[in-house]
């Protein structure tokens, strides 16, 4: 059984950071990609970020709206998948989502991210 658990979202102020962490649980493969994406008011779920599984090699991929400010990475052994978030900004106000194999894979509950200006 596969489990997801978010931790670390928040309040800031533009310009503010945060750092997100997912625990994984269960066994993944190479072929589940590791990503975020994030829900905000109003709007449909959108994708912000992926790469490759524990112990796997690939590529990374961003989202255009947060390429260079946000950073995707993972700890093999413990099997934790991060998003740090940096200059952020009111848009990037949002429910995150870790997620597993892609759009028809796996999720978390979500963890809120609120920026003020």
């Known amino acids: 059984q596969m489990q997801l658990v978010e931790n670390g979202g928040g309040s800031v102020q533009t310009g503010g950071s945060l750092k997100l962490s997912c625990a994984v649980t269960?066994?993944?493969?190479?072929?589940?990609?590791l990503g975020w994406y994030r829900q905000a008011p109003g709007k449909e779920r959108e994708f912000v970020a992926a790469?490759?599984?524990?112990?796997?090699?690939?590529?990374?991929v961003y989202a255009d709206s947060v390429r260079d400010r946000f950073t995707i990475s993972r700890a093999h052994a413990e099997n934790i998948l991060y998003l740090q978030m940096t200059i952020l900004k009111p848009a990037d106000t949002a429910i995150y989502y870790c997620?597993?194999?892609?759009?028809?894979?796996?999720w978390g509950r979500g963890t809120q991210v609120t920026v003020s200006s």
């Open positions: 790469l490759p599984g524990f112990w796997c090699s690939g590529a990374t």
């Open positions: 997620n597993i194999g892609g759009t028809t894979g796996y």
């Open positions: 269960g066994r993944t493969t190479c072929t589940d990609r």
